[in-house]
């Protein structure tokens, strides 16, 4: 849970649901597009920034929302090294997924799927056939962005979902409720919107689902086929039916757009906010894409209250980083540190997934955030398979003087917003000579620049660049 | 942030007139003061638990060897241990490389439970290790460890940078919580790093970050900045803390290697005082299906020699009273041994807890080697009464509420 002492819930923009437009007093400049492709993306690189500059906030949103789920290149990558990719052990599956983050051309997609991940939170730690919690992962790219409903139908009978909450031993005369207390408590409704009674009658109509050889199966047999008591109507109810009659509770669109405004805009949404996008879900008959779009679009996601309102997962920082600087991280390196920072991709510490925000910071993870600035800028050792030629690059755009490059990381960074102090203490730091002398900073030449990697470490390492 | 609170961050990291701090500080902070104005008081929020974890199914019954019973030495005909033990009674004695537990024993500082399992005991390690994490048989999804619901719900309070400290690299379940808990392989893994170039341009870089972290917590432009800035500033003091402590360390006892140098760590987190409730370590494997003697003999003599070191480090601290250390292993081995001269996965087995306020002895009965349950030991006190005895007694929690069931008391403390 959000503590609001942490985050703030007071100064919503006004209008938050009309169309974002540019202003003189709101631009679409480096912040507002950089903003974007955090959240919406998993941050931008120089030339995606630039490119985001020239483009309308529409078609940048448009850009990146309208991939088509059926065709992707790191799936066509995946089924070529098929025999060469193995999921043996966890960390070949964290690596894969990690790999795709580092590198893939459709960001929203993979955000869309951690989002997924974190609301289904499946663990390895139970569901030890690994190519199981793979699949679930893919179901998440391949139907994240559509119907809520379908996706949830899908997860319903999903086989790492059907071991994970024991849906695979609910039958008949038998009933397991560990799959039904969570689908209503934390996929659909929220706790208060149903009793224990509701509890025991969906885990009677999810009995027959089996999961056998990791293949899933309908036991008719094993299904309780007798009238069911939930939310007050007696009937038949079967799985499919169930869904739909708990996707007709007031709560659930509700619950669902709570989840994507504090995954997307902000921790703390307000009931205002949560009720207008709990009517559009409904309106758009529970297709995500729409939804988002609209989110996305609007004077609540551009505005100051929603800018660097979230603390980054250890994910959004060690990807980000990467996108941002350049290099070739290695996936395996990100694995060990985003595992050291908290977040073990296929390993959700419980059900309820990761709380996030100030849950990701203590004193040993903020010191690995830091840390992590040092590897990121200098790229040294075998946790970068090909490093970044900063030095050739910031040659070549013609940007020599401590001023240029102080300004061109900020930029990158942190949009160019930072305290005037930060900017102040960086140029400070780089126009000084061995001795401590003032020495304006001039680069001249190709080859490692330990001033200059300081800086983007420098910049790693305060609180500004933890937040989205 | 109050203006008080504000002013007093900025004293504090100035690291001038620390003594005069109130309470309306970070917790870390005036700990950090308090330690250096007077030494603190006995209050039993100042209690900590170490956990030592024997991964991989500890042999129980060569352990704490049932020396006179007949049906021990007819099951293990080439594993039973036959002399040099010592003897705790007439029917029981440690495993001869205990040295340490006896003396800790005849100290009145061992608490031997005897026979600690649960119904239906799983065989496999990694689920078997799981229920032991989650404090739960039956495996809900709701994975959150014991000690991690611990640390979300009565820690949640406590705004010190290393409530809960695990050594190592990995999080066992068991401190898997909400609220990140630090895996600290070693004091130099804790500590804010730099590319070093040369000195001056390292003091540079650390003073910016430093002047960075503390402007965001004084400034508080936004909640999260001042959070965060907090954060960092705690961190950074507390890694230099660490650091200067280890640099400057003596302890007051040789710590042998392995299990003895976290156990040394731990010792050192604790003498600098920083509010940590928690520690966890781990030593392995205990898997001993083959040639089990000399592995088990080595790996009994490491617990022993390093838990007694640490006992006596802490007495010469005078910090004895503070902590109470619980071993445990996610099962026993099987009563007849193999023929490869070792033993497979087991059910029930002793749990051991160590420390000043620990009333020393036996307790629970000792599991029949005759009345079995497919060859395996019938546990005869559940594992959780040990954790509701730790979590109501010792670290003034609701063992109702973490365990999610009513367990009896041990009168070990």
């Known amino acids: 849970m959000v503590k609001n002492d942490v985050m703030p819930v007071s100064a919503s923009p006004s209008e938050p649901f009309a169309t974002f437009v540019p202003s003189e007093s709101e631009p679409w400049g480096v912040s507002r597009v950089g903003h974007l492709y955090r959240r919406a993306g998993l941050g931008a690189s120089f030339d995606e920034l630039q490119r985001g500059l020239k483009l309308t906030p529409q078609q940048a949103v448009d850009q990146l929302l309208d991939y088509d789920p059926d065709t992707d290149r790191m799936d066509e990558l995946q089924e070529q090294l098929v025999g060469y990719l193995k999921f043996d052990e966890p960390r070949q599956l964290q690596n894969w997924w990690l790999f795709r983050l580092l590198n893939t051309d459709r960001p929203l997609q993979e955000r869309i799927a951690l989002v997924w991940h974190n609301h289904f939170a499946t663990s390895a730690s139970k569901v030890t056939q690994l190519q199981l919690m793979a699949d679930q992962i893919a179901l998440f790219r391949r139907m994240g962005s559509g119907s809520f409903r379908d996706l949830l139908l899908a997860v319903s009978r999903d086989p790492a979902m059907l071991r994970w909450l024991d849906g695979a031993t609910n039958r008949k005369g038998a009933a397991n409720e560990n799959w039904s207390r969570e689908l209503l408590e934390l996929f659909t409704l929220g706790a208060g919107h149903f009793t224990e009674y509701d509890v025991k009658e969906v885990a009677r109509a999810f009995t027959g689902w089996r999961v056998e050889n990791s293949r899933v199966w309908f036991d008719a047999g094993g299904f309780d086929d007798g009238d069911k008591t939930i939310f007050g109507t007696t009937a038949k109810w079967e799985s499919e039916s169930a869904i739909d009659l708990i996707l007709r509770q007031p709560s659930a669109a509700k619950h669902i757009a709570r989840r994507l405004l504090r995954e997307f805009v902000h921790p703390g949404p307000t009931d205002e906010m949560i009720d207008h996008y709990a009517q559009r879900l409904l309106e758009h008959q529970w297709q995500i894409k729409p939804l988002l779009r609209e989110i996305f679009a609007s004077r609540m996601f551009f505005s100051d209250w929603a800018y660097r309102s979230r603390i980054k997962s250890p994910v959004d920082v060690t990807v980000a980083a990467s996108r941002q600087i350049g290099g070739k991280i290695t996936a395996n390196f990100v694995r060990e540190q985003t595992t050291k920072m908290g977040q073990s991709l296929f390993f959700p510490p419980n059900v309820k997934g990761w709380d996030g925000h100030e849950a990701w910071i203590n004193a040993n993870t903020i010191l690995l955030r830091y840390n992590f600035g040092v590897a990121i800028s200098t790229q040294r050792g075998e946790a970068f398979a090909r490093q970044v030629d900063l030095e050739q690059w910031l040659l070549k755009h013609d940007m020599r003087s401590g001023e240029q490059i102080v300004d061109h990381f900020l930029t990158l960074m942190l949009d160019g917003s930072a305290p005037a102090e930060l900017r102040t203490a960086l140029l400070t730091y780089i126009n000084r000579g061995p001795k401590g002398e003032a020495r304006p900073f001039v680069l001249e030449k190709d080859g490692f620049n330990f001033k200059l990697r300081a800086i983007i470490h420098l910049i790693c390492a305060t609180p500004e660049y933890q937040l989205s | ?413």
């Open chain 2, 1 to 413: 942030m109050t203006t008080s609170r504000r002013e007093l961050l900025k004293i504090g990291l100035s690291g001038a007139a620390v003594v005069s701090l109130s309470g309306t500080m970070p917790a870390f902070l005036s700990k950090f003061a308090f330690a250096q104005s007077a030494p603190r008081t006995q209050v039993s929020d100042d209690n900590i638990l170490v956990v030592i974890q024997l991964t991989g199914g500890n042999d129980g019954l060569n352990t704490v060897v049932p020396f006179a019973d007949d049906v021990y030495h007819k099951s293990r005909g080439q594993l039973a241990i036959k002399d040099k033990h010592h003897k705790i009674n007439d029917q029981l004695g440690l495993h001869p490389a205990l040295k340490g537990f006896k003396q800790l024993f005849d100290d009145g500082q061992l608490a031997i439970v005897n026979g600690c399992g649960y119904p239906k005991p799983n065989r496999s390690h990694f689920e078997a290790m799981n229920i032991w994490h989650a404090g739960d048989p039956q495996q809900s999804a709701r994975v959150t460890g014991w000690l991690g619901h611990y640390i979300d719900h009565q820690l949640r309070g406590s705004d010190s940078a290393l409530k809960a400290v695990s050594v190592g690299t990995e999080l066992p379940l068991a401190l898997s919580a909400q609220t990140p808990v630090p895996s600290i392989m070693t004091v130099e893994d804790f500590a804010l790093k730099m590319d070093v170039v040369n000195s001056s341009d390292v003091e540079l870089k650390r003073k910016m970050i430093r002047d960075t972290c503390t402007r965001c917590a004084a400034e508080a432009a936004s909640p999260a900045l001042e959070f965060l800035g907090r954060q960092a500033s705690n961190a950074i003091i507390a890694a230099d803390q660490i650091k200067k402590l280890t640099t400057g360390y003596k302890p007051d006892v040789d710590y042998p290697g392995g299990l003895g140098q976290q156990l040394r760590l731990i010792a050192q987190i604790i003498a600098a005082n920083f509010g940590t409730k928690l520690f966890y370590c781990q030593l392995g494997s205990f898997d001993t299906h083959a040639n089990q003697l000399d592995w088990h003999e080595r790996l009994l003599a490491e617990l022993g020699n390093s838990l007694a070191a640490f006992h006596k480090d802490l007495a010469a601290k005078k910090l004895d009273k503070k902590v109470t250390v619980m071993c445990f292993s996610e099962f026993g081995r099987r009563v007849v041994e193999n023929n490869s001269r070792g033993t497979d996965h087991g059910t029930a087995a002793p749990m051991f807890i160590s420390g000043g306020r620990v009333k020393g002895g036996m307790y629970c009965d000792y599991p029949s080697l005759t009345d079995l349950q497919d060859g395996d030991l019938k546990h005869t006190t559940d594992f959780r009464r040990v954790y509701a005895t730790l979590l109501d007694k010792w670290l003034n929690s609701d063992s109702t509420e973490v365990l999610r069931n009513k367990f009896e008391a041990i009168d070990f403390i």
